[in-house]
């Protein structure tokens, strides 16, 4: 079964530093998207992207977040100077935009900012 | 804003016995409803998931409902058996590719 991977697995990173995490969605999907979940609370939408652009962002999606899809298989989140309040479970998912399947989550990259 | 509740916030069945959780959405333009499981330090896997055009599905032990009008809907777990352990997130969107609004979860525990 096709799967979203996505890397690193942990990230560990001093505040103030950027940090870029990785995807590489399921190859024939054309919607990409951020989410991330705080330890122990819900799942929350941080961006979606299709067609090469930004197709909606969340509040939480500031100017110190970018997206990327550098070339046509990574799919990229930039933090340009993490907070503490950073820290989180990332996971990127992809969706084929059509008929009845719905997203697909990666395994997550754990980001802790010390 | 768009919201979606979900209860309980924690679920304690013993096994064999039927677990239900309940979720309410606020965007009435919301017609995709993904229900995601999540194991500790895992994924959200999708395990069901219903549209608008549709009341009720039912896969094997697992049902859920909607309830358009009134902006409800509801997940079924019958026979619950320990691996069914997790918590549960139902959401909403828009299509299902568009974002997805996630509840706040449920830990379900099934008691052997």
């Known amino acids: 079964e096709p799967e979203v991977t996505q890397t690193p697995s942990h990230q560990v990173t001093q505040m103030g530093q950027e940090v870029i995490l990785r995807c590489v969605p399921i190859?024939?999907?054309?919607?990409f998207y951020w989410y991330r979940q705080i330890l122990g609370q819900k799942v929350e939408f941080l961006v979606s992207?299709?067609?090469?652009?930004?197709?909606?962002k969340s509040e939480i999606f500031d100017d110190q977040f970018s997206v990327e899809r550098p070339d046509g298989s990574n799919f990229t989140l930039k933090i340009r100077s993490t907070k503490l309040e950073d820290s989180a479970m990332y996971f990127c998912?992809?969706?084929?935009?059509?008929?009845?399947?719905?997203?697909?989550f990666g395994s997550g990259t754990r980001l802790t900012v010390v | 804003g768009e919201n979606v509740e979900q209860h309980p916030s924690t679920l304690s069945v013993q096994e064999g016995d039927s677990a239900v959780i309940k979720c309410t959405y606020s965007?009435?333009?919301?017609?995709?409803f993904p229900w995601y499981k999540q194991e500790l330090g895992k994924r959200p896997q999708l395990i069901i998931d219903?549209?608008?055009?549709?009341g009720e599905k039912k896969d094997q032990r697992i049902a859920v409902t909607l309830n358009k009008t009134a902006k409800h809907f509801s997940l079924h777990i019958t026979e619950t058996q320990p691996e069914d352990s997790a918590v549960y997130f139902c959401?909403?969107?828009?299509?299902?590719?568009?974002?997805?609004?996630f509840g706040p979860g449920t830990s379900l525990s099934v008691i052997p």
């Open positions: 190859s024939n999907h054309l919607y």
């Open positions: 219903i549209r608008s055009n549709v």
């Open positions: 965007d009435s333009a919301s017609n995709y």
């Open positions: 992207f299709y067609n090469n652009e930004i197709s909606e």
């Open positions: 959401a909403a969107s828009r299509t299902s590719y568009d974002k997805v609004i």
């Open positions: 998912a992809s969706s084929p935009g059509t008929g009845r399947v719905g997203y697909t």
